[in-house]
């Protein structure tokens, strides 16, 4: 029984490093956004993305580093309004916008170094149209306002579809 499994393992070892190939065709596809708010490692995960900027020295280095998180928090903010956690979605959206915002300083930081952008520039294209695409699909799901009470503080009152139409703004003005 014991060299049945290592056989399966090896296989398997072998299908993931040797075949190259997916076999879903997509022009961009986002993340799976990892832990979500509440889970334990939730923070850790936070406190590691915010290391990675340092490894992600360059231009396009700080490209990849912001569009990667810019995707990872558009997933999460769109998981959490499914589950109708506006508050953190919102805030989750946020993020996403910042992050971003911060894509296309970083590749014309790398333009005026003289390096070739085109493909980065059709990466940020395809990223842009989808996350269009998504946003318009959070918009038809959300409250077009949400008022957060916490217990012992203020009400807060969130317009989502504000911060939604902000977001497709931002992700459409990728070549000013």
């Known amino acids: 029984m014991g060299r049945f499994y290592q056989v399966s ?3 398997c070892l072998f299908l ?4 190259g190939k997916s ?3 997509s022009s961009y596809v986002l993340p799976y956004p990892g832990a979500m708010p509440g889970n334990k490692v939730y923070k850790l995960n936070q406190i590691k993305d915010k290391f990675l900027k340092f490894w992600y020295f360059g231009d396009f280095g700080q490209f990849d580093y912001n ?3 810019a995707d990872k928090n558009l997933v999460e903010a769109k998981i959490l309004f499914d589950y109708k956690q506006y508050l953190l979605g919102y805030q989750a959206l946020l993020r996403s916008d910042d992050y971003y915002q911060k894509v296309k300083p970083a590749l014309k930081l790398a333009q005026t170094h003289n390096k070739d952008v085109s ?3 059709t990466l940020l294209s395809q ?3 989808k ?3 998504e946003l318009m699909k959070m918009k038809k799901d959300v409250p077009q306002d949400f008022n957060w009470s916490p217990e012992k503080s203020p009400s807060t009152n969130l317009n989502l579809w504000q911060a939604i139409d902000n977001s497709i ?3 459409k003005n990728i070549y000013d």
């Open 67 to 69: 569009l990667k998180l």
């Open 131 to 133: 996350h269009v695409e």
């Open 169 to 171: 703004k931002i992700r």
């Open 16 to 19: 993931f490093v040797f075949v």
């Open 9 to 11: 393992i090896l296989l």
């Open 119 to 121: 493909d980065k520039k």
């Open 23 to 25: 076999f879903a065709q």
């Open 127 to 129: 990223a842009s149209q």
